[in-house]
Every structure is written in structure tokens, then in C-alpha cells.
Nanobody, 123 residues
Framework: QVQLVESGGGAVQAGGSLRLSCAAS????????MGWFRQAPGKEREFVSA????????VYADSVKGRFAMFRDNAKNTLYLQMNSLKPEDTAVYYC????????????????WGQGTQVTVSS
């Protein structure tokens, strides 16, 4: 059974950092692309970042570029999202996702989703 399990969310003050983890079952980790989305209260889900199993390409939403960094540990079947210089507008539920095709990854039509982890940034 394919599973993606996020962890690492929490509450932090503006300017702080958090690292999210996404532990993937081996099968889902062999999908072509993995990434992160987020959904703030009252807003639609939005793309945050995505990469392939090789690490190329790796893309970020303009809103997080330069502040967030994504990397994966293939040996541990784990995807990470390092979030620095956090802002109150980063407050959202963050979802890990995986897709067999890059096009479906970046458009949000992913094949697999995690349960989400809450990130709250206070001013």
C-alpha cells in the first residue's frame, strides 16, 4: 500500500525555521516526482515545491524561493522541506505528494497524498 507520512510541523515565530519530513513507502518513492503543497484556511491548495527522484529539476513557488529548500534521502525513502525565514503568510497545512508524471506533479493532480502537517507562524 502506498503511503506518505508527513512530520515536523509546529508553531514558530516569524523569522524562524522548521523542517518537514515525508516518509514514503518504497513503492511511492519510486514515482517520478515528489513535492509539497500547502493550504491555508479559506484558501485553495497551492504548489510549494517539486523534484524528481534524480533531483533534477527542482522547482519552487515564487513565494518560497530563496527561503525553502527541498531535498531527499533515497536511502531513507524520505523527502524533506527545510523552511527558513518563515512568515505569517506561510501558515498552512503542508501536504507531501507524489506523482508518476512530472506534469501531474506540478499541476497538483498527484497520484498520492500525505495526511498533512500544520505549520503556524506567528508575527
Amino acid at each position: 500500500q502506498v503511503q506518505l507520512v508527513e512530520s515536523g510541523g509546529g508553531a514558530v515565530q516569524a523569522g524562524g525555521s522548521l523542517r518537514l519530513s515525508c516518509a514514503a513507502s518504497e513503492r511511492s518513492f519510486r514515482t517520478n516526482a515528489m513535492g509539497w503543497f500547502r493550504q491555508a484556511p479559506g484558501k485553495e491548495r497551492e504548489f510549494v515545491s517539486a523534484t524528481t527522484w534524480s533531483g533534477t529539476p527542482t522547482v519552487y513557488a515564487d513565494s518560497v524561493k530563496g527561503r525553502f529548500a527541498m531535498f531527499r534521502d533515497n536511502a531513507k525513502n524520505t523527502l524533506y522541506l527545510q523552511m527558513n525565514s518563515l512568515k505569517p503568510e506561510d501558515t498552512a497545512v503542508y501536504y507531501c505528494a507524489a506523482a508518476y508524471r512530472w506534469a501531474t506533479m506540478v499541476t497538483g493532480s498527484c497520484d498520492y497524498w500525505g495526511q498533512g502537517t500544520q505549520v503556524t507562524v506567528s508575527s
